[in-house]
């Protein structure tokens, strides 16, 4: 019989430099990085090692270690006999140790996290913890036994065909085992077989989106008594140039978020608690897809997608940089990906890489694709490969054409350019190219809670600001429903080290809630209003902008109900009809209660009248940025930093002025700066931006005032 022993107790850690200490898993070394700016995010090499007693065993049988994530490579050893290296910090993989095992034994497992040229990720925006930090289980089985090593395979592959009717569905069930035969059992009618069963279903029951995810269980076993099962989901999907997702014959557009998997305080070393309180959010927010940036998230995640019915885009960590010794890597995460993941019916898609081309292209990223798409086609027929492309991608690039469906991941209206741009964007992109299927892959703003404003501008790390970003990008998904899938970047805050802004180092914060799960930023009933349809509430924006100087604040509202009336102090201001978002106008004198109702549900929020705008509500406003300059600094017969980067570049002097900046910015950060050097297209939509928006979007650190007002008086010493 099978036996799976926890093994997540009584490990001894140690890191170069700090005396050994007492663990228990999942653990990682850089859980608090995001609290302190990265500080402590230390990578390099550090052990676990366990101790324990030989499992029973009968003659034959095998003993195997299961590593459900060990970040980011992992090098086994028992007894000191070195059995495993594992590249991949995302994906599940398996040691056999029989043959090494003693009565008392010791396990080590070298853990590393240093930064390398061919293990994925290298370069992105989040932090890359290092760490035993899911499961580790001892599994012991008879001689004859279901397939455990080969890319931590679950043993059994379910792969379901649907009548066009809907009406029959063929169920094909592949085992892998090392015995002569096999009963496979799906509701109660057992097959016997050497490896492979099928299954006719009249009538299946479907699996069909957040409405209803049936899943079916089926099971195999041995005469020696192993078992695997795995549960699975009868439905048909497809993808349309014009219509969308189709999930069982009807348009079924994906609307949804993305989910880093860490957490403030814990890192990456979640729990199954940590996945349903994700899980619980997800839904409450209506979306019916979840795009599980950008690695392999945990097995119960995926399951918990399963039983609520979201549809996953699922990808490996093929991010950002193309590194031509990662060939290999790219390779084995996903034929890990695929095999552990195979049989999840809310997978949708394997993503192949996000904004991969950012550093420019080559002849071994295009060819790197290639294989990858061709490996995700021969492990798996059933579903199609997807890209996150990065706007900026040459429209033409021979890139696009490799996956079966695309995607981008758009951010005007926050790191640069107009918020109407990501419509016009997709738009002329589907004009030019009327058979791509065409997917959202990301759109976000970063909002520090604390941050508020009754001028909301790009670049300003409001709530508020997030509120009327996501406003006119949820009108721009809604009127668009061709879009297959889109993503909202991201539901949650996560550690990403490299950052430092927006009053919070090491965040970033484009999340609807934030990193420790505890506050739901407006922005997310926004979402919550257009979405969820069965729990009626309403919702009023801005309880953290209590102190408001003007003299008439705008009050908004966002329900899955009409009308909401607003009462002030307990009296009717007024009722409006519409949908999702409701504006009204209140004028303030003192300390006002203001109530929304609507149907049964209410909301209520205080807010004060104050004579000057509260400094702690802004985080321009702390530096000197938002007073960078008087009018004294423009002298409108010379060149500014008001002047556009298009009229910039045309003259030799300010051309020059401006090139050294991007060089520095391209130093400091930014995949745009980097990119812009070299890019045609982005070059374009520059140009017609002043270089003040720009290095407002940029952001402070990357220009920071002093520099500004240095650069600006350079460009003054330029006659027109
Ligand atoms: C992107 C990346 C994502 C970043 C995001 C951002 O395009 O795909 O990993 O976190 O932008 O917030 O800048």
Redesign the pocket.
């Known amino acids: 019989m099978r036996k799976i022993t926890d093994f997540t107790g009584s490990w001894l850690f140690s890191k170069p430099g700090e005396p050994q200490k007492s663990v228990n898993l999942p653990h990682t070394w850089n859980a608090s990085d995001g609290q302190d700016g990265g500080n402590d995010y230390w990578r390099g090499t550090a052990t676990y090692t366990k101790v324990f007693h030989r499992p029973e065993l009968e003659p034959d049988s095998r003993a195997v270690l299961e590593f459900l994530g060990a970040a980011m490579t992992a090098d086994v050893t028992v007894n000191g006999v070195h059995l495993a290296h594992h590249e991949g910090g995302y994906s599940t993989f398996r040691v056999d140790i029989t043959d090494a095992l003693r009565d008392e034994n010791t396990l080590c497992v070298a853990v590393d996290n240093s930064e390398n040229d061919r293990v994925y990720p290298q370069k992105?925006?989040?932090t890359f913890y290092g760490g035993l930090y899911r499961g580790v289980n001892l599994i012991t089985v008879p001689a004859e036994h279901f397939e455990l090593l080969r890319d931590g395979t679950p043993g059994i592959f379910v792969t379901t065909e649907l009548s066009d009717d809907l009406k029959t569905a063929v169920v094909k069930v592949e085992t892998q085992h090392n015995g002569d035969e096999v009963d496979i059992t799906l509701n109660c009618v057992t097959i016997t077989v050497k490896s492979h069963a099928e299954f006719t279903l009249e009538n299946p029951h479907l699996w069909n989106g957040v409405d209803d995810p049936y899943l079916y269980t089926v099971t195999a076993r041995l005469a020696s008594g192993d078992e695997v099962s795995t549960r699975f989901g009868i439905r048909k999907i497809g993808f349309d140039p014009n219509l969308g997702f189709i999930l069982n014959k009807r348009p079924y557009p994906l609307r949804g978020v993305s989910r880093?998997q860490d957490r403030e305080g814990l890192g990456n070393a979640i729990t199954v608690r940590e996945h349903r309180e994700d899980m619980e959010l997800i839904r409450e927010i209506g979306a019916n897809t979840v795009r599980l940036?950008?690695y392999q998230h945990a097995q119960e995640f995926y399951d918990l997608c399963d039983e609520y019915g979201l549809c996953v885009w699922a990808e490996i960590p093929y991010?950002?940089q193309h590194m031509d010794a990662g060939r290999e890597n790219t390779l084995s995460q996903m034929r890990e990906l695929i095999t552990q993941c195979y049989n999840h019916p809310s997978i949708v898609c394997w993503g192949l890489s996000?904004?991969i081309a950012v550093h420019g292209m080559s002849e071994d990223l295009t060819e790197n694709h290639r294989l990858l798409n061709d490996l995700c086609h021969k492990l798996d027929s059933t579903r199609p490969t997807t890209m996150?492309h990065?706007f900026m991608l040459d429209k033409d690039s021979p890139l696009i054409d490799i996956a079966d469906i695309g995607s981008w991941?758009l951010?005007f209206g926050?790191?640069l350019g107009e918020l109407s741009q990501n419509d016009s964007f997709l738009d002329e992109y589907h004009a030019a190219h009327p058979d791509r299927v065409i997917g959202f892959?990301?759109y976000?703003a970063?909002a520090n809670p604390r941050f508020q404003s009754p001028k909301p501008e790009s670049g300003d790390y409001t709530e508020s600001y997030q509120c009327v970003y996501h406003e006119h990008l949820l009108k721009c998904i809604e009127e668009r429903p061709w879009l297959w899938a889109t993503h909202v970047?991201?539901m949650f805050d996560?550690a990403?080290d490299g950052r430092d802004e927006g009053g919070k180092a090491g965040q970033?914060q484009?999340g609807l809630v934030t990193f420790d799960r505890k506050l739901k930023k407006d922005a997310f009933y926004l979402y919550k209003a257009a979405w969820n349809k069965h729990e009626p509430f309403v919702h009023i924006c801005g309880s953290r902008y209590a102190d408001r100087a003007e003299a008439v604040t705008e009050v908004k509202v966002y329900s899955n109900l009409t009308p909401v009336t607003l009462f002030v102090d307990g009296k009717e201001l007024d009722t409006k009809d519409g949908k999702t978002v409701f504006t009204f106008k209140v004028p303030l004198t003192g300390e006002h209660s203001i109530e929304a109702k609507a149907g049964e549900c209410a909301d209520r929020i205080t807010v004060r009248k104050v004579s000057e705008f509260n400094p702690d509500y802004s985080f321009s406003r702390k530096g000197p940025v938002a007073n960078w300059f008087d009018e004294a600094d423009f002298d409108s017969s010379c060149y500014s930093i008001r002047d556009t980067m298009g009229t910039l570049m045309q003259n030799p002097s300010t051309a020059a002025i401006v090139g050294a900046l991007m060089a520095k910015a391209t130093a400091s950060r930014g995949?745009v700066a980097k990119s812009a050097s070299g890019n045609a297209n982005l070059q374009k939509m520059m140009a017609g931006m002043s270089l003040q928006a720009l290095i407002r979007q940029a952001g402070e650190n990357v220009v920071p005032p002093e520099a500004v007002r240095q650069l600006n008086a350079a460009l003054q010493k330029v006659k027109k």
């Open positions: 992105a925006d989040f880093h940036a950008h991010i950002t996000n904004e996150a990065a991941n951010y926050w790191y892959s990301e976000g970063d970047w991201n996560f990403a970033n484009k995949e």
